[in-house]
């Protein structure tokens, strides 16, 4: 039987490759006096990829385990091109063999001649061959790497499809395109919803470069790719010129400042900066939304664990359980302790603006605005955490429905 693969075929899907190696396949077999009774071809399958499954090899290694072909005929061995058509990772070579010799008197049969599977030096035949085959593999994914990096380092565009906002030459703006993507980010940098843009832009007609309709994702994914301010990235992050350690500049012309860039990236929640990163790669960080309670992260749980040491666990935001207790703040790691949302809230108030917080510098005005209304969440979170190391909250009583602002205990910085 022979087995033949080509690891590309994607031009012509002809399957001119895996024909060929059959028909070399049969002159070996016959300038060894045999005959091929069975083919098994796997067209453009990688066998360096574990990912990726081989029908064809999965059939030959069944048939060969119950020593019959398909249509029953006895099976005397194998003829290949090369080893690496059969196998270039190891779990391959292991199961091939043990199929092969799964029989007695079974030969492998290549362009090098007879080999016997059985002996020490026909199974050390076959590890030289995969040991050439892994180091192929490993070169060549270097060498793809090098070259995607020596064009990123020359600034020259990605390949792939024009990007949103320049023309075919990935070069030169597309002066329609670029005066949205300006006008989102400068509409992102004061606040506006990325949907509500993805839906202005639906609502002028606009599409993808590929004719997609525009979505918050597509539109988060277009304002905040480091090519918009001329950057060029890398495999899904900014790529550093390696000398001056500054980001390496494209050699497309730009539609905002690299400070508008940051400025709209800084809107979208820590970790989840959405640098291009080419097709079906995954995105890191996600799309985790800012914190909206005052003392999300700032509070550690002081309940005693079984073993007498204190918990100190986060102490996070959770549904509450009554009108006067809307959220609350519970331990998630020994779960002993819980506390009304609006009793911390205003505890941390009265921190601040007791005598401690007033000779620890929280100024007259801060405090103005603070109560008035006028500071906003983010701010006031930086303003606690300016002051505070953390709160550590102490467990309640049970049954007890007063509110103990003391359970609020401040490590002062
Ligand atoms: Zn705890």
Known sequence: MSYARTSEDVRQRDGHGVRYQVRICERIAR???????????????????????????????????????????????????????????????ARFHAALTSAL???????????????????LQAVRSLDDAVTETRNRSRRV??????RAVEGVPHSGPRPFGWQ?????????????????????????????????????????????????????????????????????????????????????DPIVTPQLWRAACATFAPGSLYLHRGTGAPRRGGSRSAPR???????????LRPDGTVCRGAVCA???????????????????CSISGPLVDEALERLLFGEHGATRGVSSAER???????????????????????????????GDRSWDFSRVEPVWR
């Open 31 to 93: 300038e060894h006096g045999c005959a091929v009774i069975a083919s098994y071809s796997d067209n453009g399958c990688s066998a360096s990829r574990p990912s990726v499954v081989r029908p064809a090899f999965e059939r030959l290694l069944a048939d060969l385990t119950r020593g019959r072909t398909e249509s029953g005929q006895r099976i005397g061995g194998v003829v290949c091109v090369a080893d690496d058509r059969l196998y270039r990772r190891a779990e391959d070579l």
């Open 105 to 123: 008197g079974r030969i492998q049969l290549d362009a090098r001649g007879v080999r016997n599977p059985y002996t020490h030096e026909g199974l």
């Open 145 to 150: 790497a090098d070259w995607h990096w020596g």
């Open 168 to 252: 075919e030459d990935r070069i030169r703006l597309l002066t329609t395109e670029a005066r949205l993507v300006e006008q989102a980010i400068n509409d992102r940098i004061e606040g506006k919803a990325v949907w509500a843009i993805a839906r202005e832009w639906c609502d002028l007609g606009v599409t993808g470069t590929r004719g997609g309709r525009p979505s918050a994702q597509t539109v988060t994914q277009i304002i905040t790719a480091p090519r918009v301010c001329g950057y060029r990235a890398n495999r899904g992050d900014l790529l550093l010129d390696p000398a001056t350690e500054l980001p390496v500049l494209g050699q497309w």
């Open 293 to 303: 309670y005052l003392a999300t992260g700032l509070l550690r749980c002081g309940a």
């Open 318 to 336: 959770s549904k509450g359980r009554s009108l006067r207790s809307p959220y609350a703040y519970s331990c998630r790691s020994c779960r002993r």
């Open 368 to 398: 103005r605005r603070w109560q008035s209304g006028q500071m906003g969440l983010e701010e006031k979170r930086k303003t606690l955490a300016s002051l505070l190391v953390h709160c550590v909250v102490r467990p309640g009583v049970k």
